[in-house]
């Protein structure tokens, strides 16, 4: 394109790169949620079509960007891991982020029926996001850990609170009975009200983590009509414990360079 008089306007643009040899991390996070959640009459505390359809914008996400290796969600936020050596964008900020949390939204609309054939989308979903460098993987263990243990402390809080409103409680009086109250106090709460927290779901439990795993595939059957299978890799979606090392030493092509 030819030089113009007003090229110099481009001076003005900063450079936003991101530190290099970082893992970088983009947690996005729904604007407005507790009025969209009630707007679209959620299931309380947890809505088991609503957190689907996270989990199936983030498996999208992972099959369109081959840099993204994990990602952690719970409630209205999702959090992916680029890994160390990503070029994505040549590592700009702003360029990343806008990427990555708009095709987060359209997928997020365009999915919405599949997950919800009955209810119309009412408002206009919409997400924040931020990105943040970690220099080494102990820390981005450490921030997964962050995001699963304030899932495991909200959801604790919100399964006893909502449970005490279906027992007739009101706002108030359950606020007052849970306030200070620590996790064995609360397990109690919940037994009282015939509830074994430990068998409540594990995604509501744990969050969702997202990640290319090989998975065994039957790709056709042979003559004799025995199945044919063949190890793919595939994005799916488990329910587990990734505050200890377990998780992690299965899976080491998550977080190796
Ligand atoms: P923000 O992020 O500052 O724009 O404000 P919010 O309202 O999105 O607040 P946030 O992100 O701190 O909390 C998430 C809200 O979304 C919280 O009020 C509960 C609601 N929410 C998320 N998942 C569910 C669900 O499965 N069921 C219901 N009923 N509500 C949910
Ligand atoms: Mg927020
Ligand atoms: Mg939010
Ligand atoms: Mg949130
Ligand atoms: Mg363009």
């Excluded at 050596?85 to 599949?114: G, N, P």
């Excluded at 909502?162 to 108030?172: A, D, E, V």
């Excluded at 306030?179 to 779901?201: A, D, H, M, S, V």
Aim: aromatic share 14%; with cysteine.
């Amino acid at each position: 394109m030819a030089n113009s008089k007003y090229e110099y306007v481009k001076s003005f643009e900063v450079e936003d790169k991101l530190m290099p040899s970082t893992w970088i991390v983009v947690r996005i996070d729904g604007r407005h949620f507790h009025q969209f959640s009630d707007e679209h009459e959620f299931e309380k505390p947890n809505d088991k079509q609503a957190l689907e359809l996270m989990n199936s914008c983030a498996e999208a996400l992972l099959e369109e960007f081959k840099d993204v290796v994990f990602a952690y969600g719970v409630s209205d936020e999702y959090s992916f891991l680029f890994k160390k050596t990503s070029e994505f964008y040549q590592r700009r900020a702003s360029k990343i982020v806008s990427i990555l949390v708009s095709f987060f939204s359209s997928l997020y609309v365009m999915k919405w029926k599949t997950f919800f054939p009955l209810k119309e989308l009412k408002t206009i979903p919409c997400f924040d996001a931020r990105a943040i460098c970690y220099p080494s993987t102990k820390i981005v263990q450490d921030y997964f850990s962050w995001r699963q243990v304030d899932c495991h402390i909200n959801n604790q809080y919100n399964t006893c609170f909502w449970m005490l409103i279906k027992s007739g409680k009101t706002k108030r009086e359950a606020q007052d009975i849970l306030k200070g109250t620590q996790t064995p106090e609360k397990n109690e709460i919940l037994f009282q009200l015939g509830i074994n927290y430990n068998e409540l779901p594990a995604m509501f439990r744990k969050g969702s983590c997202v990640f290319r795993d090989k998975v065994e595939e039957i790709v056709k059957y042979n003559q004799d009509g025995d199945p044919v299978k063949r190890l793919r890799t595939k994005v799916g979606t488990v329910h587990r414990d990734i505050i200890g090392d377990t998780f992690w030493r299965e899976h080491p092509e998550i977080l190796s360079d």
